[in-house]
């Protein structure tokens, strides 16, 4: 049986050095765009159609009155249910039985139902381009299908990024927090979140502890998969409905743009 691929982020493991940021970008063919450093030292402060995979920088008091730093990569968690595919009316966004969950130009009618039912804020849309579509993370679908791993796997100085089948990457989770108890906050992100994740995370400190979730990193959704809601709404609305509304969501977005960009850059750092 195929199992399904998931990317174990070990993020006591990560020094910031951004060669993930890099290989992702390499790989991808994606833009260099001028950016600024938050307060937290992040660069990018966002997630963009031409910025995949940022590394999140934090540092944080500890009891003994020392500082430690913590790097965090922010990227699609690839749901096991994807909220973004439940929503597409034309079936753009597909969750693949290997684990990523991939998109396909062809088929997009650049509605952004996917923008807005995303619970982790990921799909981004190319507003500079003449014919914008839907950008994000694709967990290299493409090398996986050569029996490669993903770009930025293969990239990482330190192991941060461990690539495999996901229940075999959930047991070494386990028996990292179990030998080292005092290294790792007790929980593995993703593993249930929003019906579970092919993209998980172990950290040192809770996500809350470390600012996360004023940045994406959800952890109200419970066990409950993002895509029932989905189907739910999409269900009740015709085809035709969704197309026009889309076409003004569309609008209403355009408008918004300069000020959503702005609001990005405060939440995100
Ligand atoms: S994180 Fe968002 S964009 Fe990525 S698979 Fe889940 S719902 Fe889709
Ligand atoms: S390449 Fe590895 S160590 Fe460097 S920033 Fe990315 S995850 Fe961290």
Redesign the pocket.
Known sequence: MLMSKAVLIDTTK???????QVACKSWNDLKGERTVFSETWSNPRFLSSNEYNR?IFREIDRPDGQVSWH?I?RRCMHCNDPACASVCPVGALEKMKEGPVVYDDGKCIGCRYCMMACPFQIPKFEWGSAVPLIRKCTFCAERQALGLAPS?VT????G??LFGERPQLLKEAYRRIGSEPKKYYPQVYGEKTAGGTSTLYLTAVSLEDLGLTRVGFRTDLGDVPQGIYGRAWMSKVPFVAVAVGGLCVGLHYLHKRRAEIKAEERKEG
């Open positions: 990560c020094i910031g050095c951004r060669a993930c590394i790097f990569s930025c990239t990482c100085p330190t941060t990024l």
